[in-house]
């Protein structure tokens, strides 16, 4: 087992170095003239070219590369061109916010999900299992960003049920500020007992997240369908059924216990994929987070921001994968380790 | 019996197998659905001239005094900011849609099938090589590699279909691989290596043709995905540029109007949504169906 974990780690390593290089050579090698672009579309010759200097880009691309996988570890991501602050220092503040948006969005997704691809499961052929396979294709179908204009339409446009941006009503942003502890406003104004900010924060929530819901939740419902009839097949709970075990109980506490485990795969996967797509939502939800920091970027040319996030959540996306693997290694025991 | 016999007698087996395949997927109605609205597609797209009630609006058309109409007989999905009457802009946008599938999935194959190929086949440490760097590029959520890379190129359409195929072809690398491996062993391959032909030769007239049925299966499942992924990186400015009627754009464009206007955001994004909710009703059925596991009449 720990040789296997071991293991793992190592080909971890390995393959969170591969993504280095990828960024090293999407961020330094396919630009035409990076050094252009630091300088800005104004500057002269000569400034291009002590930009060259100062970059380091008149060296050979592997002392580049040392140059920038050291800056990497040593924390330095690089200065954002338009914040004109240190990339991870802008990572810093954005993330929190992104982090509530895909937290809640995700919890949003697994409760409904589960128990749609479990009755969706246990309902094969039928009306509620058609229904359910249509809605769960549909949602990874979705175009998020077009999502949030509909909701927006309708709850703020028309309904005046909800607001249509942003994390908190700008005068109450002012009339009661709220201390940074999680720099989640939900959680904090809750742990502050802030009740005036955390109703209006968690009103701002609701079309984000359920916006951000709509693809994990038809992955999850899918794979918990899938993996349930896989269970619901099986000998034991054929025995069970034969013992008397009510039906209600060999679904949700013999089945669900053993096909859960391919959905909390893809509940870890989507979770890094989330925290990617969430510019899409944020641009249009006015969310400050991560994501909206990205799409700035993006719009900006602003490139070192660009490679910060793409490193960060790529990161991200390797240690879940890690971690999943060990966990299912650990709890699984067909699972080959050797 | 000749040789001949056997191969129509194969041809005949493999024709009935195909016939069951598509009685089976006649019989998943959420299939017949999805490839049902592909075909409408590719049908809208190819008669987008004779269908399309003002052709001149898919381009720079400016037409001030119809700015923003609501939808009617005369503009059935509305007009923009411009006048232009968006229905025809959608039967226009159909065209783009299929073409970026077809050009990024085309790419994506190209890059992903040859790699995939020489890795099952050299196996050691070419095909450790080849894996590892897959690996590499599957360790990025899609979208992000893709926004990345189209960031850096600059905003085009046809930049945008590279970004998206240069994060796709990992997956295409993977399955045909493992097609390769298996190949390797099998009879005709060794009969042709002990006659001397060359690798080149064995890898791509030989081993090729066996191993890239999934592929294409695949690759046609991946068509709505590929589609969001581009109109994605529309909305955010990478891709198409004004005045393509590409959807993504179309929605981002009408974000200035969606609260007034709503048919502005709303008809182009429906038409991202029923184009991909197809390919993937499609997809679904397919998969089921060559699934052993869960394929049953």
Known sequence: MLRYIVRRLALGLVVLWGTTMVTFFVARVVPSDPAARWVGPRATVEEIARARQELGLDKPLYVQYIRYMSDLLHGNWGTSFVTHQPVLKDIATYLPASLELVISGIILAIIIGVPLGVISATHKGGLIDHLSRTFSIGAVSLPTFWMAMILQLIFFGHLHLLPVGGRLDMSIQLAYPVRRITGSYVLDSLLEGNWTVFGNSLLHLVLPAVTLAAYPLGLITRMTRSSMLEVLNEDYIRVARAYGVSERRITYWYALKNAIGPTVTVVALTFAYSLAGTFLIEAVFNWPGLGQYAANAVISGDYPAIMGVTILVAALYVVLNLAVDIVHALVDPRIKTG | ?297
């Open chain 2, 1 to 297: 019996m000749s040789v001949m016999d056997i191969s129509s007698g194969q041809r005949r087996a493999r024709l009935a197998a195909l016939r069951y395949d598509l009685y089976l997927l006649r019989k998943n109605v959420l299939s017949m659905a999805g490839l049902v609205v592909v075909v409408l597609l590719v049908l809208a797209a190819a008669v987008a001239p004779v269908l399309a009630p003002y052709p001149a609006d898919a381009g720079t058309q400016v037409h001030m005094s119809q700015q923003l109409l609501p939808p009617s007989w005369a503009h059935l999905f509305g007009t923009d900011e411009m006048g232009r009457d968006i229905f025809s802009r959608v039967l226009y946008g159909a065209r783009i849609s299929l073409g970026i599938g077809v050009f990024t999935i085309g790419l994506a194959l190209l890059i992903g099938v040859p790699l995939g190929l020489v890795a099952g086949y050299a196996g050691g440490v070419v095909d450790e090589v080849i894996m590892r760097v897959t690996d590499v590029f599957l360790s990025f959520p899609p979208l992000l590699l893709a926004t990345a890379v189209s960031a850096m190129l600059g905003p085009s359409l046809v930049n945008a279909m590279i970004a998206i195929a240069i994060a796709w072809w990992p997956w295409y690398t993977r399955l045909i691989r493992g097609q390769a491996v298996s190949l390797r062993e099998r009879g005709f391959v060794e009969a042709a290596r002990a006659t001397g032909v060359s690798h080149l030769t064995i890898v791509f007239r030989h081993i090729l043709p066996n191993a890239v049925a999934p592929v294409i299966v695949q690759a046609s499942m991946d068509f709505g995905s590929v589609i969001l992924e581009a109109a994605s990186l529309s909305f955010l400015g990478l891709g198409a540029q004004p005045p393509e009627p590409e959807w993504g754009l179309m929605v981002s464009l009408g974000r200035n109007f969606f609260l007034t206007d709503w048919w502005y955001v709303t008809f182009p994004g429906l038409a991202i949504l029923i184009t991909v909710l197809g390919f993937n009703l499609l997809g679904d059925g397919l998969r089921e169906i060559l699934d052993p596991k869960t394929r049953e009449v």
